[in-house]
């Protein structure tokens, strides 16, 4: 689907069904995208919301320039911003909280939730710049040219993050750290 160009495109020419598709392909990457920063599942939500709406509201604004979910997300990231200016506050949260497959042994199960803490734990002592740069790529799944949009940075600035949040990482997580990175 392009990460919703086309529905969107569709959506303007008058099919409603078209922005159904756009919310169920973006709305929760977004809120999780969101969530990052303001730490509040709820507000996350009223944000993402708000994200969306503009797209109906203000048709104009989004020129297909970037991708629609790039686009949403720099949406969403300065609307998380101007909420936290307020608010004052910027923490980490954990990036799951489940793991649920029958079909893993209690062993397993217990191995990888001390995998998560670990790499949860590595990544909270990251900066902001690196944690954020490894959310989108590596979880969002965007490109490096789509983080810097939402970063505002250059692709090599991104790269360079990258690198150094790697490092950092196999520092923090030392030898066990290898295999996962």
């Not at 969002?140 to 040219?145: N, T, V």
Request: charged share 30%; with cysteine.
């Amino acid at each position: 689907m392009g990460n919703g160009e086309s529905s969107y495109r569709r959506f303007l020419e008058g099919d409603q069904a078209a922005f159904d598709e756009i919310v169920k392909e973006l709305y929760y990457p977004l809120v999780f995208f969101i969530d990052r920063y303001v730490h509040d599942i709820h507000t996350a939500e009223d944000i993402a919301i708000d994200a969306l709406t503009d797209l109906v509201v203000h048709k104009s604004r989004y020129n297909f320039k970037v991708t629609l979910k790039t686009y949403l997300f720099m949406i969403g990231r300065s609307r998380a911003l101007n909420v936290i200016k307020h608010r004052k506050v910027l923490e980490m949260t954990e990036l799951s909280d489940d793991i649920s497959d029958d079909r893993k042994t209690l062993e397993e199960t217990v191995l990888q939730t001390e995998i998560q803490r670990a790499v949860n734990c590595a990544l909270a002592q990251l900066d902001d710049d690196c944690r954020l740069a490894i959310h989108l790529v590596y979880f969002e799944g965007l490109s490096y040219k789509e983080a810097a949009t939402v970063m505002k940075k250059t692709e090599k600035q991104i790269d360079n993050t990258l690198q150094k949040a790697k490092a950092r990482l196999r520092t923090l997580l030392g030898k066990e750290g290898e295999q996962l990175l």
